[in-house]
Nanobody, 114 residues
Framework: QVQVAESGGGLVQPGGSLRLSCAASGNIVSIFEMGWYRQSPGKQRELVAK???????TYADSVKGRFTISRDGAKNTVHLQMNSLKPEDTAVYLC????????WGQGTQVTVSS
């Protein structure tokens, strides 16, 4: 079993920045991919960014140029640097770890508001 823990959410003004972190722990064999989805009321869960074990990155069009994902394979952690935040970025951000199965964290709230 793999445990996933997120941190770093909060309230920020439009144009501000936040850094989310996610750490995987437990009986880890090999992590293929880690990343972030987000979920807001009335909307479908959407992929924000993900990174493979080979450091290949994927971003949603809505966050390209503003968000950067980075992964520390040795520590089984992934970070999401979010800059130039907009109110529409407000959501619960959920970290996932794709190992032999997909594991999810409980989510961290990001609120962008003045």
């Amino acid at each position: 079993q793999v445990q996933v823990a997120e941190s770093g959410g909060g309230l920020v003004q439009p144009g501000g920045s936040l850094r989310l972190s996610c750490a995987a722990s437990g009986n880890i064999v090999s992590i293929f991919e880690m990343g972030w989805y987000r979920q807001s009321p009335g909307k479908q869960r959407e992929l924000v960014a993900k990174v493979t074990s080979g450091q290949s990155e994927t971003y949603a069009d809505s966050v390209k140029g503003r968000f950067t994902i980075s992964r520390d394979g040795a520590k089984n952690t992934v970070h999401l640097q979010m800059n130039s935040l907009k109110p529409e970025d407000t959501a619960v951000y959920l970290c996932f770890v794709y190992e032999l199965a997909v594991y999810w964290g409980q989510g961290t709230q990001v609120t962008v508001s003045s």
